[in-house]
């Protein structure tokens, strides 16, 4: 089995862009699709990256999602912050035998 | 728009089974995907539990696996999570949600229930 590694918290101020990173431990990042959940304060997650990449109907454009081979990592980069944007984001990939995992979350202050 | 709905006791003794019901309005199981199974104790992360196809095809979470039984009723247009032998530590949110096949993408998610395990 694999983690993935994110950062506990971020911070930034409205109007900047922020990334938040997450390392697979294990296996290449590149063989299994990663996707990114925003969870806001007691609400359900909802997806703002699947496959790597894609951005579901609805989701701003300020969200982008890229995969780093090298580094063997994931990111998540918000652009344009705005205060709205302040949640726990979690990255969540798979392997080859379906067991999915989740990473630790990380907390966005947009100040 | 396919929806998700969670229900079941909200209080669980320790020892007991957990048991947990997903209703899905919306779209047919039957017609396909995975369904799966998450959840969130308080104040800490997500936490894959399991997923079952239409035809009862399943995927559990190997650290839970022992413990863990998921189910699904075409008929009512639901599926089940059963988790025996519940302790403390099982007190989360607990979620359900579509998988998307090959991807393993949980798209939507049920509301969530909290199931607190106390005596």
């Known amino acids: 089995n694999f983690m993935l590694t994110q950062p506990h918290s971020v911070s930034e101020s409205p109007g900047k862009t922020v990334t938040i990173s997450c390392t697979r431990s294990s296996g290449s990042i590149a063989s299994n699709y990663v996707q990114w959940y925003q969870q806001r304060p007691g609400s359900s997650p909802t997806t703002v990256i699947y496959e790597d990449n894609q951005r579901p109907s609805g989701v701003p454009d300020r969200f982008s999602g890229s995969i780093d081979s090298s580094s063997n990592s994931a990111s998540l980069t918000i652009s344009g912050l705005k205060t709205e944007d302040e949640a726990d984001y979690y990255c969540q990939s798979y392997d080859s035998s379906n067991f999915v995992v989740f990473g630790g979350g990380t907390k966005l202050t947009v100040l | 728009q396919v929806q998700l709905q969670e229900s079941g006791p909200g209080l669980v003794k320790p020892s007991e089974t957990l048991s947990l019901t997903c209703a899905v309005s919306?779209?047919?199981?039957?017609?396909?995907?995975?369904w799966g199974w998450i959840r969130q104790p308080p104040g800490k992360g997500l936490e894959w539990i399991g997923s079952i196809y239409h035809s009862g095809s399943t995927y559990y979470n190997p650290s839970l696996k022992s413990r863990v039984t998921i189910s699904v009723d075409t008929s009512k247009n639901q599926f089940s999570l059963k988790l025996s032998s519940v302790t403390a530590a099982d007190t989360a949110v607990y979620y359900c949600?579509?998988?998307?096949?090959?991807?393993?993408?949980?798209?939507?998610w049920g509301q969530g229930t909290l199931v607190t395990v106390s005596s």
């Open positions: 919306g779209y047919s199981i039957s017609s396909g995907y995975y």
């Open positions: 949600a579509r998988r998307y096949g090959k991807i393993n993408w949980f798209d939507p």
